[in-house]
Nanobody, 123 residues
Framework: VQLQASGGGLVQAGGSLRLSCAASGRTFSGYAVGWFRQAPGKDREFVAAINRSGSWKYYTDSVKGRFTISREDAKNTVDLQMNSLKPEDTAVYSC?????????????????WGQGTQVTVSS
């Protein structure tokens, strides 16, 4: 499956952005999907994941209560709603997918990766 992340941009602290991960080549419905981010000079960080049915969602502690992951299989997309953004959320955000892992929480669990989208939060 091919993935493409979109929706990034420049926003002030406290603002919101909605990222979208679109799949092509195959239907998204059989995949668990995750979001990751990488800030300059830092390692890639897990942000959130959702299982195939949407019944399980997992977030890294730093985004709990602010970010929400959701999926719309009819549109072949998985979105990340980001509220109350902070300057430390600034990073390139990428999405990834896996058929093999039902509850992925690490980059090693994913086998398909998309291009990232830049999110910049100004103070």
């Amino acid at each position: 499956v091919q993935l493409q992340a979109s929706g990034g941009g420049l926003v002030q602290a406290g603002g919101s952005l909605r990222l979208s991960c679109a799949a092509s080549g195959r239907t998204f419905s059989g995949y668990a999907v995750g979001w990751f981010r990488q800030a300059p000079g830092k390692d890639r960080e897990f942000v959130a994941a959702i299982n195939r049915s949407g019944s399980w969602k997992y977030y890294t502690d730093s985004v709990k209560g602010r970010f929400t992951i959701s999926r719309e299989d009819a549109k072949n997309t998985v979105d990340l709603q980001m509220n109350s953004l902070k300057p430390e959320d600034t990073a390139v955000y990428s999405c990834a997918a896996t058929l093999a892992n039902s509850y992925p929480t690490s980059s090693k669990n994913f086998d398909s990766w998309g291009q990232g989208t830049q999110v910049t939060v100004s103070s």
